[in-house]
């Protein structure tokens, strides 16, 4: 029987066997977006999703997500009922098995979301933490991810970054779910990982408070930023995995979904303060007049629809010292939680960040491709040291800098609850220092250059997740409607999204 996700009454068998099929169209093959690089066996699959539909039947539901299909990033731990390597985009790993999951996962998986695939890890590899060089969206187990919404691919001749990106580190997660591979994906973010590649690929997302959900059974970079949260194509979806990942003592994520922006005071940061290194993202003319263009046309509909709008607020600068700060907290702290991450793992040929490097030189012909030619992070992770009082002095100062005397300054100054501007020029990592939570909304495509989507991000202090999803809804319910890549919509003359 014809079946149709988008319109049908669906029972969970038929929507695995509808997400599965749009990977075997797209991943590989059809658009090759190179988004999805483990499958769970479709037999285990289909037989689980058959036992959900049971307990379905019998008035039996475990959650609004009951037999929904999920995505992981290829970072976390999934048990080895799964089958499926956590191998973090590294060859090393590539048969790496983890003894049991993620706390992340393991908690989608008590609330009986039907499967989980492991996404593209990107960036290079390891979180993106790995060296200089290649694109956002490398892996040497994966390839290249490409963005569903640019037609022509990479461009040869961009920057790292650079508008014909998908971004990362999390970019399979966002291709997919944009692509309809899945509808949600479990991302994760130290700086940037979930933000820039759910911009790019036109979704909600959060980021949440650093310390709010478990992070245990995730590749570590560094206490002081990491993160998970959702990747979904609507408030809706983001609410209910907050349901799943952090529950309330009473009630729901979905209570905040009011779908207006009534009482709610808005900061939109001065966007040309918010700019990337040309060696990052290359400035191209036509991409920014549209999307000032359309960021001016939002925000007069935000104000139009009732909330009370800030305009041009300056972006506190992340310095050089705050720079070097962070790269070496980062630097020691992936050199001693890394070897905690791989215990966890069975048949990983790599114990110590000094063992992978090492294996990476000795099969360079593989690690050290074109896409990720050298692998300076992990070198300098490997050698790091820092005194106690050192790191406590340079956490210490990051937190000034960027909670008190940043996102906090910003915000009282003002008179505003949340920041809202472009997820670039550093906007992003001074709320990551701040602890924040960080969301990102869509916003508009770049029809008169590459294609490329391009959104805002939402930030708004700790623990304020309820003021980014009053945020998301309202935007929702004003914005016009986000539309579905070009390189799936209207595949063999029908609409492949899910």
């Known amino acids: 029987m014809p079946f149709d996700v988008l319109t049908a009454t669906a029972c969970d068998l038929h929507l695995v066997q509808a997400y599965l099929q749009q990977i075997r169209t797209h991943n590989k093959d059809g658009a090759r977006l190179r988004a999805v690089i483990s499958v769970v066996p479709e037999k285990q699959l289909l037989d689980t999703a058959a036992q959900l539909d049971r307990e379905r039947g019998s008035g039996e539901t475990r959650s609004p997500y009951h037999g929904i299909p999920f995505l992981a990033k290829d970072n976390m731990w999934t048990a080895a009922s799964f089958t499926l390597p956590t191998k973090c985009g590294v060859y090393a790993l590539k048969d790496a098995i983890a003894r049991e999951n993620a706390d992340v996962v393991q908690a989608a998986r008590l609330v009986a979301i039907s499967y989980v695939t492991e996404t593209d890890r990107d960036l290079q590899e390891m979180a993106g933490f790995k060296g200089d060089g290649g694109y956002a969206g490398w892996s040497t187990i994966g390839g290249q991810t490409q963005s569903p919404y640019v037609p022509d691919g990479i461009d040869p001749t961009d920057s790292w970054l650079g508008h014909s990106t998908p971004a990362g580190s999390s970019s399979g997660s966002a291709v997919a779910v944009a692509a309809g591979m899945a509808p949600v994906a479990l991302g994760t973010e130290t700086d940037g990982s979930i933000t820039q590649p759910s911009e790019r690929a036109s979704l909600y997302s ?249 959104g805002l991000a939402v930030v708004a202090p700790e623990n304020k997740e309820s003021l980014i999803l009053k945020v998301m809804s309202a935007w929702e319910a004003v914005m016009p409607k986000r539309l579905p890549p070009p390189k799936i919509a209207n595949w063999d003359g029908t609409t492949s999204e899910k």
């Not at 793992?345 to 990720?372: E, R, Y």
């Not at 992770?381 to 340079?394: F, I």
């Not at 940043?406 to 809202?420: F, K, S």
């Open 206 to 454: 959060l980021k949440l408070s650093v310390g709010k959900a478990s992070f245990r059974g995730i590749l570590p970079g560094t206490p002081l930023a990491d993160s998970a949260g959702p990747m979904t194509k609507s408030p809706d979806d983001v609410a209910a995995l907050l349901d799943i990942l952090t529950p309330l003592k009473e009630g729901s994520h979905h209570n905040f979904l009011t779908k207006s922006f009534a009482g709610l005071r808005i900061g939109f940061l001065d966007e040309k303060e918010c700019v990337s290194s040309p060696n990052a993202v290359r400035p191209n003319d036509a991409y920014n007049e549209q999307y000032t263009h359309d960021l001016n046309k939002a925000i007069d509909l935000v104000e139009k629809a009732g909330a009370r709008v800030k305009r041009d607020i300056p972006l506190r600068k992340f310095s050089p010292e705050d720079d070097d700060m962070f790269d070496a907290i980062l630097a020691i702290d992936t050199h001693n939680l890394f070897p905690g991450f791989i215990n966890g793992l069975d048949h990983s040929p790599v114990k110590t960040m000094q063992d992978l490097v090492d294996f990476n030189k000795k099969h360079a012909d593989i690690c050290l491709q074109p896409g990720t030619p050298n692998q300076v992070v992990l070198e300098r992770a490997a050698t790091a040291e820092m005194s106690k009082e050192t790191y406590e002095k340079y956490t210490a100062a990051l937190r000034r800098h960027n909670r008190e005397e940043g996102i906090d300054a910003m915000l009282q100054e003002n008179d505003v609850d949340v920041l809202i501007g472009p997820p670039r020029g550093r906007f992003n990592t001074i709320a990551t220092a701040a602890n924040y939570p960080i969301g990102t909304v869509p916003l508009g495509y770049a029809t008169m250059f590459n294609g490329r989507a391009f």
